[in-house]
């Protein structure tokens, strides 16, 4: 219970952060600079303000995932979008149509179905040094080349590229997290500092930011966000089962549903983003 609310109080800080942050990357910034873009960030009060959020956001999924798996806190992430909605209606004020809270009910439920159907459980408390090298290498590979094709192409094919690469190094910064924070519990603060852990997470999350902040800048939410929500989860899955030995509840009828309740789930949030407003720009003055 301790991971699963703070998986969802980490989503709720994620849709924070990612909603006043893409208020400020794209407010008169059409057409400029990454060091104009820069300049413009670093002075904007929502920007700074997102910061926040994502410090939160780090606390939070920090303490999720050291008391719970990957398998089971990554995609609770995914609420992250319901959070959003929630945002935008009581705080911005936004008019939302029914056919997005019935997206955002579909999305809830096939979350809830795929958890309880596949059960995730287990999870070695540590993994030895030897295991990450190749999904270290993998991810990062990966990552490179998804940001390579996505510095040409339209902005939802660019913004497309970005998020996958941003979704990937966030799954693959969940696993520096736990390793982390189980790093911290043997060796305490002081000694977490002579172990690669910590120096991962830091290098790791500057990625990701990167990758998400050019995903959020150079195309709309409609198309960054469910990308990021929806591989996130699944990579994080793997890496559960790949370096932690987490495992799902076996037999073809669990996985079937589980594999059915994760399709229902993503129809869900790509109906919710682009059923709900594509901007939040126009209620700017509000906030």
Same mark, same amino acid.
């Given at each position: 219970?301790i991971?699963?609310?703070f998986?969802?109080?980490t989503?709720?800080?994620?849709?924070?952060?990612?909603?006043?942050?893409?208020?400020?990357?794209?407010?008169?910034?059409?057409?400029?600079?990454?060091?104009?873009?820069?300049?413009?960030?670093?002075r904007?009060?929502?920007?700074?303000?997102?910061?926040?959020?994502m410090?939160?956001?780090?606390?939070?999924q920090?303490v999720?995932?050291?008391?719970?798996?990957?398998?089971?806190?990554?995609?609770?992430l995914?609420?992250?979008?319901?959070?959003?909605?929630?945002?935008r209606?009581?705080?911005?004020?936004?008019?939302?149509?029914?056919?997005?809270?019935?997206?955002?009910?579909?999305?809830?439920?096939?979350?809830?179905?795929?958890l309880?159907?596949?059960?995730?459980?287990?999870?070695?408390?540590?993994?030895?040094?030897?295991?990450?090298?190749?999904?270290?290498?993998?991810?990062?590979?990966?990552?490179?080349?998804?940001?390579?094709?996505a510095?040409?192409?339209?902005p939802?094919r660019?913004?497309?590229?970005?998020?996958?690469?941003?979704?990937i190094?966030?799954?693959?910064?969940?696993?520096?997290?736990?390793?982390?924070?189980?790093?911290?519990?043997?060796?305490?603060?002081?000694?977490?500092?002579?172990?690669?852990?910590?120096?991962a997470?830091?290098?790791g999350?500057?990625?990701?930011l990167?990758?998400?902040?050019?995903a959020?800048?150079?195309?709309?939410?409609?198309?960054?966000?469910?990308?990021?929500?929806? /591989?996130d989860?699944?990579?994080?899955?793997?890496?559960?089962?790949?370096?932690?030995h987490?495992?799902?509840?076996?037999g073809?009828?669990?996985?079937g549903?589980?594999? /059915?309740?994760?399709?229902?789930?993503?129809?869900?949030?790509v109906?919710?983003?682009?059923?709900?407003?594509?901007?939040?720009?126009?209620?700017?003055?509000?906030?």
């Open positions: 219970m991971a699963v609310l998986g969802l109080l989503a709720l800080s994620n849709a924070f952060a990612v909603a006043v942050q893409h208020i400020a990357s794209t407010s008169e910034t059409e057409g400029s600079s990454l060091w104009q873009l820069v300049r413009h960030l670093v904007h009060p929502l920007w700074l303000l997102g910061w926040i959020g410090g939160g956001s780090l606390v939070f920090a999720a995932l050291h008391f719970g798996p990957l398998s089971v806190v990554q995609p609770l995914v609420t992250e979008l319901i959070m959003a909605l929630a945002l209606r009581l705080w911005l004020r936004q008019s939302l149509r029914g056919v997005t809270w019935v997206s955002a009910t579909l999305t809830a439920v096939g979350l809830v179905a795929f309880v159907a596949t059960s995730p459980s287990g999870g070695a408390f540590t993994v030895s040094t030897s295991r990450w090298t190749v999904p270290i290498v993998v991810s990062v590979a990966t990552v490179v080349v998804l940001v390579a094709l510095q040409r192409g339209t939802n660019r913004a497309g590229l970005f998020a996958a690469a941003t979704a190094m966030w799954a693959l910064e969940a696993t520096f997290i736990k390793a982390t924070t189980d790093t911290i519990g043997r060796f305490g603060w002081v000694g977490a500092l002579e172990h690669w852990p910590i120096y997470l830091c290098l999350g500057a990625i990701g990167f990758c998400e902040q050019s959020l800048h150079v195309g709309p939410l409609s198309v960054s966000q469910p990308i990021i929500v929806i /591989v989860p699944i990579v994080s899955v793997l890496f559960g089962i790949w370096l932690y987490e495992h799902l509840r076996s073809v009828v669990h996985l549903v589980g594999a /059915v309740a994760f399709v229902v789930m993503s129809i869900g949030v109906a919710l983003t682009r059923t709900a407003p594509p901007s939040m720009s126009a209620d700017v003055h509000r906030l």
